[in-house]
């Protein structure tokens, strides 16, 4: 099979079937597929908690390393960007030299990251190691799909995936509360001091326990101006949707980026189909269930981490929780991902992803709706309920949508097709919390004039107004120093009422993308080469 070759085989009912196999046995601990999990999901911990923990860091970094916001903004923005624009280039890295060498090469260089910013005395230096980071978790996460994908039977891999994406799942959710505890308790420095540990621990059973698994027909050489043109892309794409809500989207610069992102993809389409060895075979999207699992990676992503955005301001700036309290009173949202991750890798073996996925997606939109209905009085109870009823219904769309993409990639690809899902889940969130944050500004900026004017406060300057907006886009009063306290009641609660409207406008357009991610859900099917990876000869 060559890696343009387009793999539709259905079983009845439009599924594939799952075949029966089994690894390759391996001698002593090396190979084990449950153990490769053990290893594999250290390693995509340590760079999941970073997606989280950091912001909770932000602010400590800010006052002890004398930065300003924009500043701290590029602590995030820096690893963003570089986790995004080489997830599918260091996916092809892992399918030319194996996914063991580039995970092992993964973990050690973001732990050398981490501890070289716990280390740092300046935002520059910060900021730096921050894109090392970005760079090496790229390496990490691919090869971690592709090294599940190589050690299961086809029948097991998707109790595998559930556990890695609970592991996923739960770090990103743990974040807050374990950067609480940490920043409040030691430092912010201990934030990334934390890696180095994890980081060696994964090392070390990495070299003891990884089996090399490779394709007789992995690459053999380099689409250099593929990955350029990708490369390009990818980071004009997500530049444009990181500087949106500062630049604005009517903005010529915003849309300058936009329209030279999408001139590069054609490009890189253009040249694909010209090339020996493509960096990304156009064929592969001829499958459409592999078409269909990316779409819905990228409409998951944008409900889930747009409508999360938000509620992190909810419960700190409205309710007043403490970075801790608000991680806390996540735990229902955690706590079903964790729990549903395993079970939705039993049900997508059993029945097949449509159903799962499907039902998955409607849990989401039911929840964000939920979301959407949640006001200053809404009590914990009811804030549970939504979080909880999230959670379950994102557990079997982040292992059903991952299964479906990894697994009708051919063997060959895995590590493409890793960076794939990654690359969507990483883009997906970006674009939700840009679009869903312009939602948000532009409720913000249509109802503040009139409820700061209904309130009987005094008037503000244009000036004024956009201060305040901005404040209240994240749940802050707007409230001056030496306010008289009845003022300051009325602000807090225009503020308060205003940013409210604001979420629940951005949570009913983000169970809308979920209504639509439910058709799409419809789509997919089991993947029909997740056989391969159980008969892959080790190297």
């Known amino acids: 099979m060559t890696s343009q070759t387009a793999i539709d085989a259905t079983g009845p009912g439009g599924e594939a079937p799952a075949p029966s196999s089994e690894p390759t046995p391996a001698a002593g601990l090396r190979g084990h597929p449950w153990l490769t999990l053990l290893t594999v999901a250290v390693g995509v911990m340590m760079v999941a908690l970073d997606g989280t923990i950091v912001a909770i860091a932000n602010p400590a970094i800010r006052d002890d390393l004398h930065a300003t916001f924009a500043d701290v903004q590029w602590i995030t923005n820096a690893y963003f960007l570089a986790l995004a624009v080489t997830l599918i280039t260091a996916g092809k890295l892992g399918d030319r030299f194996g996914h063991r060498q ?24 910060v900021v730096v190691f921050r894109v090392f980071q970005g760079l090496f978790g790229a390496l990490l996460m691919p090869a971690a799909l592709g ?23 739960a770090s990103t959710a743990g974040g807050p509360i374990l950067g609480g505890v940490l920043v409040e308790h030691v430092n912010w420095q201990s934030v990334f001091f934390i890696n180095v540990p994890v980081g060696l621990l994964a090392l070390v059973l990495g070299v003891l326990i990884l089996l090399d698994h490779r394709a007789e027909n992995a690459p053999r050489s380099f689409d250099l101006p593929g990955i350029v043109l990708l490369s390009g892309a990818m980071f004009c794409l997500v530049w444009a949707l990181i ?6 989207w009517g903005d010529g610069k915003t849309w300058l980026f936009i329209v030279v992102s999408v001139v590069l993809f054609a490009l890189f389409a253009f040249w694909e189909t010209r090339v020996a060895e493509p960096l990304i075979p156009l064929g592969l999207f001829r499958s459409v269930p592999l078409s269909a699992g990316v779409v819905l990676m990228v409409l998951m992503a944008i ?9 992190t301001f909810y419960l700190q700036n409205v309710h007043g929780m403490s970075p801790i309290d608000a991680g806390l009173h996540l735990l229902p949202l955690t706590g079903m991902m964790i729990v549903g991750s395993p079970l939705a890798g039993a049900a997508i073996t059993r029945l097949g992803p449509r159903i799962p996925l499907a039902g998955g997606m ?20 009811v804030m549970s309920l939504w979080f909880a009823l999230l959670g379950l219904g994102l557990a079997p769309v982040m292992v059903g949508a991952t299964e479906v993409i990894v697994g009708n990639a051919p063997m060959e690809l895995s590590g493409v097709a890793g960076g794939l899902q990654q690359a969507a889940m990483q883009i997906g969130g970006s674009l939700g919390t840009a679009v869903l944050g312009a939602v948000m500004a532009s409720k913000v900026d249509g109802d503040l004039p009139g409820n700061w004017a209904g309130a009987g406060l005094p008037k503000l300057t244009p000036a004024q107004l956009d201060q305040a907006s901005e404040a209240v886009q994240v749940g802050v009063a707007p409230v001056a120093k030496g306010t008289p ?3 300051v009641a009325k602000i807090t609660q225009v503020a308060h009422d205003t940013f409210i409207s604001g979420m629940s406008l951005a949570s009913l357009v983000a169970a809308g993308v979920a209504a639509v991610a439910v058709l799409v859900a419809l789509f997919t099917k089991r993947g029909v080469n997740a056989e391969a990876g159980a008969g892959v000869g080790h190297i």
Do not use: C, Q
């Open 102 to 125: 580039t995970f092992l090469i993964g973990v050690t260089g973001f732990a050398l990251a981490s501890g070289a910013i716990g280390l740092s005395h300046s935002i520059a230096a």
């Open 147 to 169: 090294l599940l994908r190589a050690t299961f039977p086809a029948e097991k891999l998707n109790m595998a995936i559930g556990i890695w994406g609970m592991v996923i799942g």
């Open 243 to 248: 500087k949106a809500p500062a630049w604005g």
């Open 303 to 311: 409900a889930f981490m747009g409508g999360l955005f938000f509620v």
């Open 362 to 381: 409607a849990a989401t939109a039911i929840a964000m709706y939920g979301m959407s209905t949640l006001d200053a009085g809404s009590g914990s109870g």
């Open 485 to 487: 306290e009845p003022i």
